[in-house]
Each structure stands twice: as C-alpha cells, then as structure tokens.
Nanobody
C-alpha cells in the first residue's frame, strides 16, 4: 500500500498556472502507475492524467495540451503542471496509485491521497 500526500493547490486567475505534487511512501513507488483525478462541486470524480512506471502518459481530452504529468522516482513524487487554467478546472484534485498499468477508471486505483483544492476564479 502507498500513502499519498498532495500539495500545491490554491486560488489562481483564469489563464494562470499551478503545479501539484504528490509524495508517496510505502511500497515501491517506481513500479506503480500514478494518476490524477478531480472532483468538482456536485460532479463525479473524473480522470485527468496518468503516468506509467515507464513514464508513458495519458490525458483526458479536456486537459490535453494544457496539463503535463511527470514523475521523479528518486523523490517518490508525481507532478501535475497545469497551465492555461480555466474556471472549469476548479475542483479537488486527487493523486492515486495502481500496482498495474495506468487506467482512466478511478475504481481501479488502490491508493488515494486526501486531495488538494484548486480554484480558478477572477
């Protein structure tokens, strides 16, 4: 099992940028697929981005070209760089881990962080 702690959320104006971090501890981070998900007010939790142990990446259509996921296995950390933020990106962002290959379904991820709030507003 991995323990995950997110940070980096906050309030930003439309068009701005934020970088989220997720630090992992526990079983081997480097062999886990990592994902970012988000849940807006009165919405279902949705897939944002994922990265495999080999650093292959996958993005939702809504963030492709604006967000970038990366990982540093020496620091047991996964990042989500968010640029050109829009009001619609407002949500709680969660980091998640999976022992097998990455996937877009949140139900297939085993470990979750507590979330970090991102608010995009003028």
């Amino acid at each position: 099992q991995l323990q995950l702690v997110e940070s980096g959320g906050g309030l930003v104006q439309p068009g701005g940028s934020l970088r989220l971090s997720c630090v992992a501890s526990g079983r081997t981070f480097s062999s886990s697929a990592m994902g970012w998900f988000r849940q807006g007010p009165e919405k279902e939790r949705e897939f944002v981005a994922a990265i495999s142990w080999s650093k292959r990446t996958l993005y939702s259509d809504s963030v492709k070209g604006r967000f970038a996921i990366s990982r540093d296995n020496t620091k047991n950390t996964v990042y989500l760089q968010m640029d050109s933020l829009q009001v619609e990106d407002t949500a709680i962002y969660y980091c998640a881990a999976r022992g097998e290959g990455f996937h877009t379904s949140p139900s297939l991820y085993e470990d979750w962080g507590q979330g970090t709030q991102v608010t995009v507003s003028s």
